[in-house]
């Protein structure tokens, strides 16, 4: 079954204590996206990948960080999370995101985090 | 079940009828639009997607019309469900160029409640 799977689902940390969430697809997709979703904010993009060993900032990069050593893979790394941080956040994928190439994103069930 | 939204528009439907949500996108420039649902607990999932050179597109119970004079999307549900009852949000995607990543923007989202 094609899927975006995230892991943990649920995280309640202390500011402050490193933690990453990890992102997996088995779809072979070479984009990757990080989002985090706040009431009345919507979805927001934290991150995004095109391929191996490129990523790049979204609109709300502040705070975290990304890697992409594998394809399949692009974990979310807060090495200082703080309570501004506490949000539902989602990773996606998909099979093209350009101009000639575009298709939609697939989204993991998301990790809910709260730091304290 | 994870909260989306706390004060998000909603829209009511008697199981049977059909649903018609809207969505106004801001840059005249998106060439292309999806149409996402995204049930309590659940990452967003994709329902249907249309091209910035359509202005309409069917699948199976859904429709979705493009006015791009007036910046509109909508998403036609026919014969509403009590199954469709979840929160649906709209994106829109503008591709700069090719090989560059597309920078999809997300609206907040409306709420479809379905009744028996």
């Known amino acids: 079954e094609a899927q975006v799977t995230q892991n943990p689902r649920y995280l309640i940390t202390v500011t402050g204590k490193k933690l990453t969430v990890t992102c997996s697809q088995n779809?072979?997709?070479?984009?990757m996206s990080w989002y985090r979703q706040d009431p009345g904010l919507g979805l927001r993009q934290i991150y995004y990948?095109?391929?191996?060993?490129?990523?790049d900032k979204g609109d709300v990069p502040e705070g975290y960080k990304v890697s992409r050593k594998e394809k399949r893979n692009f974990p979310l790394i807060l090495e200082s999370p703080s309570p501004n941080q506490t949000s539902l956040y989602f990773c996606?994928?998909?099979?093209?995101?350009?101009?000639?190439?575009?298709?939609?994103?697939?989204f993991g069930d998301g990790t809910r985090l709260s730091i304290l | 079940g994870e909260s989306v939204g706390l004060h998000l528009p909603t829209l009511s439907v008697q199981e049977g009828d059909n649903s018609i949500i809207n969505c106004a996108y801001s840059?005249?420039?998106?060439?292309?639009f999806i149409w996402y649902k995204q049930e309590s607990g659940k990452g967003p999932q994709f329902i249907i997607d249309i091209r910035s050179n359509m202005d309409k597109r069917q699948g199976q119970r859904v429709t979705v019309l493009l006015n791009k004079t007036v910046k509109h999307l909508s998403l036609q549900i026919a014969a509403t469900q009590p199954g469709d009852s979840a929160v649906y949000f709209c994106a829109e995607n503008y591709s700069l160029n090719t090989g560059t990543a597309s920078k999809l923007t997300f609206g907040t989202g409306t709420r479809l409640q379905v009744t028996l």
């Open positions: 996606a994928s998909s099979g093209g995101l350009d101009r000639d190439s575009n298709q939609p994103q697939h």
């Open positions: 779809m072979n997709h070479e984009y």
């Open positions: 840059n005249s420039a998106s060439d292309y």
């Open positions: 990948s095109m391929n191996v060993e490129v990523t």
